[in-house]
């Protein structure tokens, strides 16, 4: 059975529509075997986490004893678990993607990969890759495929991010990307958009800051940092100009429409433009109301 939820929380709407996974086989839910030789009165465990959506499995909670083959050797298989939750988040330059995840993967403990982060990492290691994409990103423009999706790609399949989940920042952002992505099988559970009006994104981008110890990210006004300690180390990314902001707007805006198309059935849109804590506690509720559906249906299947 399929479930499709719907929560409409002030101005946002969310339709989850789970039956897209299902149907794509993108469970990546990690399934175990415990197999069992009373012959030798020995239990040996297997644990294994299926590719990413190689496969279609249901996650109905089940115990299944099935014969080997060998009379003397039952295997027991027991009931997968929950697969974890896959996030996308999306939204204009500054419009609070990073700053969520933050507060998302505290609650969820889930996998954060950000294509800008992989991209300023790249940068940092001085690789040829990493050279080619700062001429685009200081531009505002958009990485070229053949440098992010594959680094994307390698990410996710990562096995923390197989067993955890993940949640995916700024990826795709692009009709290609999706598509690309979609090819591999990796189809979210969620697709978040952060809305904010553009004259606060320029003027959040301008007050950003990031402190390079622990990767938190302030802003100057709306949240400083806690100590002078603190404040002393904060750097600013080389794109956070006014005049950069602008040109990543631009970006954003030629191909929003395009993303937002691949993923209509399971949109959330957010307001971003309130207090951080409000804003997270609405994508809560949404991730609360998906897992409660979730379970509902597990359970159903199961009965
Ligand atoms: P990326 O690093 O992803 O930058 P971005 O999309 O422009 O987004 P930001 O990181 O600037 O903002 P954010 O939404 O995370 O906001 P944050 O939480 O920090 O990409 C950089 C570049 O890399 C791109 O331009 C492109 O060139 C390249 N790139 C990346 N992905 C790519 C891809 N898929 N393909 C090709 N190229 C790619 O918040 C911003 C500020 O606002 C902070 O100071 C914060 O404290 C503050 N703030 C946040 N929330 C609130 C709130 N609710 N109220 C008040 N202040 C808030």
């Known amino acids: ?119 300023r990492a790249e940068i940092a290691s001085g690789s040829e890759n990493g050279k080619r994409a700062k001429e685009y990103m200081e531009k505002g423009q958009l990485v070229p495929d053949e440098i992010v999706v594959m680094m994307v790609k390698d990410r996710l399949l990562q096995s923390d991010s197989q067993e955890k989940g993940w949640l995916l920042d700024g990826y795709p952002r692009s009709m290609s990307q999706a598509t690309a992505l ?44 806690e100590t002078e300690e603190i404040a002393a180390r904060l750097t600013q990314r080389f794109d956070d100009t006014e005049e950069k902001v602008k040109l990543r707007l631009q970006t954003h805006n030629q191909n929003v429409e395009d993303v937002l198309s691949m993923y209509e059935d399971i949109t959330l849109k957010v307001k971003g433009n309130a207090p951080k804590e409000e804003v997270f506690a609405e994508i809560d509720n949404a991730l609360s109301k998906l897992l409660e559906s979730r379970k509902a249906t597990s359970e159903s299947l199961a009965a």
Not at 38 to 43: A, D, E, V, W
Not at 66 to 76: E, F, I, K, M
Not at 209 to 219: A, E, N
């Open 1 to 119: 059975m399929a479930a499709t939820a719907t929560a409409c929380c002030g101005s946002s709407s969310f339709k989850a529509n789970f039956r897209a996974n299902r149907r794509n086989g993108t469970d990546s839910s990690p399934s175990s075997t415990l197999a069992s030789s009373p012959s030798s009165s020995r239990l040996s465990f297997s644990s294994r986490v299926s590719g990413c959506s190689l496969r279609s499995q249901r996650s109905v909670p089940s115990l299944r004893m099935a014969n080997s083959g060998n009379p003397d050797q039952v295997v027991l298989a027991s009931a997968k678990a929950e697969p974890p939750l896959r996030i996308m988040i999306s939204g204009a330059p500054a419009s609070g993607k990073g700053t969520q995840c933050e507060l998302i993967t505290k609650k969820y403990d889930l996998v954060h990969i950000a294509a800008g982060d992989l991209l």
């Open 182 to 225: 979609k090819g591999y099988g990796f189809q979210p559970d969620i697709f978040i958009v952060l809305e904010v009006p553009e004259d606060i994104l320029v003027e959040r981008v301008v007050g950003r800051r990031l402190d390079p110890v622990t990767g938190k990210i302030y802003h100057l006004t709306y949240s400083p940092p």
